[in-house]
């Protein structure tokens, strides 16, 4: 048994249960604006030993929020570690970015790739009780999964890729043989992410990060369908309590009515999306995180306000509102600025939910 929950704004929001305020977090919290994590680093060797020791990948998830007044812890770790589990050999470079020992082209390539086990990602799992026990119910933890697609495009492409041929390419060329792996990679990420639930996450984020640069009737084939399977087949209730999934396609905006009809509690927006336009086309079906340009985090406090107040209002009243930046948080941010942002969040975000507040007042009074 994990403690209880003592800070739940996060997971209310995404239920779209009243709140007191608006929860925020920060994709990417966890990494290199940090001195501390870059010191844990240097101590474990690299960052891949980080993710594959659970103490280490602990430590650096706790560090955000000894720094800033965050709503919600995610896990430490990366997209890529079902690739290096189904034998891709996954290594980093310093500067680089990841590299795979083995490239997966081909149709041989993918008959040979085996489903990831979970077995194989103990290491995985293993972190997230260890992180769930230190948390000592203070904010919930977020698991996580790539997208079948853009753990694809890492597959295909060997590493980061700025035009996507090599996975355009098969997908033009020979759909079937893409499907194929798509197919394998949801099985993988539907058991990981059931797996992350019942070592302790208790919400979980898809990262599409890769599904805008798609066309819209590719995207629906190629990334959408596959996430849909996906939430399908995951552990909604778990421990009496509810599993909220968020699903993040970055660059997505103009598919948000397809993205809510997927199942999903929540949608993560980039900063190209107008949050106002966003909460007017999905209405009540799903709730909404973002989306603040994480470059506001290069601004002066003032700045950082308005525009954290932009953001609030583009959203407007009532829950179902994260908080979060469009997309992760830069290396190069000074690590004293998203203080101002967080508590901005808190702040202004309060008006939003006065109706909440007034009733959660009347029922204190009742006593
Ligand atoms: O949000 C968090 O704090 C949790 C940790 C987390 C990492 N990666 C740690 C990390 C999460 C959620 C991820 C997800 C991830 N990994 C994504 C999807 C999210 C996104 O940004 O869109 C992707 C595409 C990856 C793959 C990946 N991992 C790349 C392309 C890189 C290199 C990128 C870069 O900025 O250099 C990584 C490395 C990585 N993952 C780092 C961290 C802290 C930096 C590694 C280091 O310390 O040098």
Redesign the pocket.
Known sequence: MFPELKNDRFIRALLKQPVDTTPVW???????YLPE??AS?AHAGD?LS??KNDEFACEV?LQ?LERYELDAA???????TIPDAMGQGLY?E??E??KFKKVIRTEADVDALPIAKVNDLDYVMKAVTTIRNALGGRVPLIG?S?SPW?LAT?MVEGG?SKDFRHIKGMMYKSPEILHELLRKLAISVTDYLNGQIKAGAQAV?I?D??GGVLSGPKYQEFSLMYMKQIIDGLIRVHDGKKIPVIM?T?NGGQWLENMAASGTDALGLDWTTDMAEARARVGNKVALQGNIDPCVLYADKDVIRDQVGEVLAGFGNGSGHVFNLG??IH?FVDPEQPKYLIDAVHELGAQYHQEASDQLDKLNNLD
């Open positions: 920060m994709m990417r919290q966890a990494g290199r994590y870059r680093r960052f980080l993710c998830t955000p995610i896990l430490f770790s990366d997209i890529l980093f310093t500067g970015g990841p996580f790539g853009t890492y980061s984020q990262f990060t890769w993040f970055k997309h992760g290396q």
